[in-house]
């Protein structure tokens, strides 16, 4: 403990940080957090790459394709190479077996991608319950 009157640790191999206060006392430094912008949306956009995986022409088929007048907001799973994530966005296009979502990552860089029907839902539609067991 010799190092608290130098105010230096003489350790060989490990390096320990120590915060003198007040009085000349030793204590280990605190981890505080004091808030934090960590959400679902700044996660995602750690784990994932600019670009959406979007269905191919293939797989899309030759099925006729309805454009609204108004986009319809959405929740969707849209696939990156790294994760798929579920993001909120807008319904711009369809067919009876895809939907064109586009939707808006935390950097402001608007995205699209065509994904399957069943990865989306109407934003704000009642889901039906459970069926009961019997």
């Not at 000349?24 to 995602?44: H, K």
């Not at 995986?53 to 006729?64: D, W």
């Amino acid at each position: 403990m010799a190092a608290a009157v130098t105010g230096q640790l003489d350790c060989a191999d490990t390096r320990t940080y120590v915060r003198f206060i007040r009085g000349g006392e030793e204590r280990l430094g605190q981890n505080r957090r004091y808030g934090s912008d960590l959400t679902d949306a700044a996660v995602n956009e750690v784990v994932t790459r600019p670009m959406p995986i979007s269905l191919s022409k293939l797989e899309l088929g030759q099925q006729m394709v309805t454009t609204p007048e108004e986009p319809v907001a959405v929740e969707a799973w849209v696939r990156f190479p790294e994760h798929p994530i579920r993001v909120e966005g807008r319904a711009v296009a369809w067919t009876d077996k895809a939907v064109w979502v586009e939707f808006t990552m935390r950097n402001g860089a608007t995205l699209r991608a065509w994904v399957w029907a069943s990865a989306v839902d109407r934003k704000g539609a009642r889901k039906p319950p459970p069926a009961e067991r019997e």
